[in-house]
Every structure is written in C-alpha cells, then in structure tokens.
C-alpha cells in the first residue's frame, strides 16, 4: 500500500496560481499511474489529471487543460499539480490517488470504488 499525503491548498483569487503537491512512502512509482482529483460538497469526486509514471504521458479533464500541469519528481517520489488561472470554479477539495500497473488514461475514467490509495485532501479555494 502507499500512503499519500498532499499539501500546498490554500486560498487564491481567482487569476491567481497555486501548487499541489503529493509525496509518496510506502513504494516508488515506478508502474504507477498518480492523479488528482476534487469534490465539492454534495458531488461525487471527479477526475482532473493523471500522469503514467514510466512513459510520462498525461491527461486532463477539458475544464483544466491549458491551466494545470501535472509532472512528477522520480528523485523525490512527489506528485505536483501547478493550478494557473484559477477559477471559482476550481474550489474544490483536492485529493492525490495512486493505482498501479496502470495508465493515466485508464486512471481518468476508472471507478472510484477501483483507486484504493488516497491522499488525505487539500482544501482549495479560489475567490472571485
């Protein structure tokens, strides 16, 4: 199992930047596909980004493609998740997920009850 945990949520305005990171114990993620996730109160947890970890390929969701970058740090073992342009819309609390054996194709559309590796959330808000 790996254990997750994140930190860097915070309050921004919106046009402002913040970074998301996810550092890993537990294993390397060497054939693992990470992502991160958001929810909103009274709305199930939805896909972001994803990052495979042995090809560094990576996929968004629409709403966030050309404002966030998802990479990773091998020497590190850190996930990161750099939030440009920020909306209101973007508040969110923000979770790190970790799946092995996998793609960040597959992460983006695998079911929830399928990720069994959290991170603990971030809280992210952005203010108009």
């Known amino acids: 199992q790996v254990q997750l945990v994140e930190s860097g949520g915070g309050l921004v305005q919106a046009g402002g930047s913040l970074r998301l990171s996810c550092a890993a114990s537990?294993?390397?993620?060497?054939?693992?596909?990470t992502g991160w996730f958001r929810q909103t109160p009274g709305k199930e947890r939805e896909f972001v980004a994803a990052?495979?970890?042995?090809?560094?390929?990576?996929d968004y969701t629409d709403s966030v493609k050309g404002r966030f970058t998802i990479s990773g740090d091998n020497a590190r073992n850190t996930q990161y998740l750099q939030m440009n342009s920020l909306r209101p819309e973007d508040t969110a609390v923000y979770y790190c997920?970790?799946?092995?054996?996998?793609?960040?194709?597959?992460?983006?559309?695998?079911?929830?009850?399928?990720?069994?590796?959290w991170g603990q959330g971030t809280q992210v808000t952005v203010s108009s």
């Open positions: 997920a970790a799946v092995g054996w996998t793609t960040a194709r597959a992460l983006a559309f695998m079911p929830l009850s399928n990720i069994y590796d």
């Open positions: 537990g294993r390397t993620f060497f054939n693992y596909a």
């Open positions: 990052i495979t970890w042995n090809t560094g390929r990576t």
